[in-house]
Antibody, heavy 127, light 112 residues
Framework: QVQLVQSGGEVKEPGASVKVSCKAA????????IGWVRQAPGQGLEWMGW????????NYVQKFQGRVTMTTDTSTSTAYMELRSLRSDDTALYYC????????????????????WGQGTMVTVSS | EIVMTQSPLSLPVTPGEPASISCRSS???????????LDWYLQRAGQPPQLLIY???RRASGVSDRFSGSGSGTDFTLKISRVEAEDVGVYYC?????????FGGGTRVEIK
């Protein structure tokens, strides 16, 4: 069964870091991408960035540049998203998703479909 | 950054009746290869998003044929031919033409 299983919820103090894991199963991990999306309580979806599981290339949303690092471990088919210098407004449900190219285009964003999603990891930032 | 605007914000629907949601982008999502880089997702309460439609009009695997996507350029529509109770949730469009990828604000579909 194709699935992404995320790590459990975290409670962090402001200024701390959090590292969320996303373990893939049921498909060939190093052929796609993993995208990260967050959702603050009662709010909409916010794109954070993606990492290619093939070559490790990353693309981060500018607002997270310098605070976020996305990595992968192909030996365990696991992707990670680390967010540093946490603030209260980072309190959110964090999702990973599998990205792939359905159109195989040249140029622009290479991942045009995000089809499988993890169950989400709640990160609470509070003193 | 491409701005995605959905309407309406909320959509009360009657079971068995059709429904449609609009998504507009601040730039054309039509690439030179003829594809529109626009996906639709449904997020049911307490669940992660579920892919419904990708590349503007392609239905994802396992998705009911009651769902269809149409449009090109900057104007897109998700249609539900006959609403069922399980269709309740928040619908989001997502542009994947260029980074940063951006979501619409969401449309909440509820049963009247």
């Amino acid at each position: 069964q194709v699935q992404l299983v995320q790590s459990g919820g975290e409670v962090k103090e402001p200024g701390a870091s959090v590292k969320v894991s996303c373990k893939a199963a049921g498909y060939t991990f190093p052929k796609n991408a993993i995208g990260w999306v967050r959702q603050a309580p009662g709010q909409g979806l916010e794109w954070m960035g993606w990492i290619s599981t093939y070559n490790g290339n990353t693309n981060y949303v500018q607002k997270f540049q310098g605070r976020v690092t996305m990595t992968t471990d192909t030996s365990t088919s696991t992707a990670y998203m680390e967010l540093r210098s946490l603030r209260s407004d980072d309190t959110a449900l964090y999702y990973c998703s599998r990205g792939y190219s359905a159109s195989r285009r040249n140029g622009g964003n290479p991942w045009d479909v995000f089809d499988i999603w993890g169950q989400g990891t709640m990160v609470t930032v509070s003193s | 950054e491409i701005v995605m605007t959905q309407s309406p914000l909320s959509l009360p629907v009657t079971p068995g009746e059709p429904a449609s949601i609009s998504c507009r982008s601040s730039q054309s999502l039509l690439f030179t290869n003829g594809y529109n880089y626009l996906d639709w997702y449904l997020q049911r309460a307490g669940q992660p998003p579920q892919l419904l439609i990708y590349l503007g009009s392609r239905r994802a695997s396992g998705v009911s044929d009651r769902f269809s996507g149409s449009g090109s350029g900057t104007d897109f529509t998700l249609k539900i031919s006959r609403v069922e109770a399980e269709d309740v949730g928040v619908y989001y469009c997502l542009q994947t033409l260029q980074t940063p990828l951006t979501f619409g604000g969401g449309t909440r579909v509820e049963i009247k």
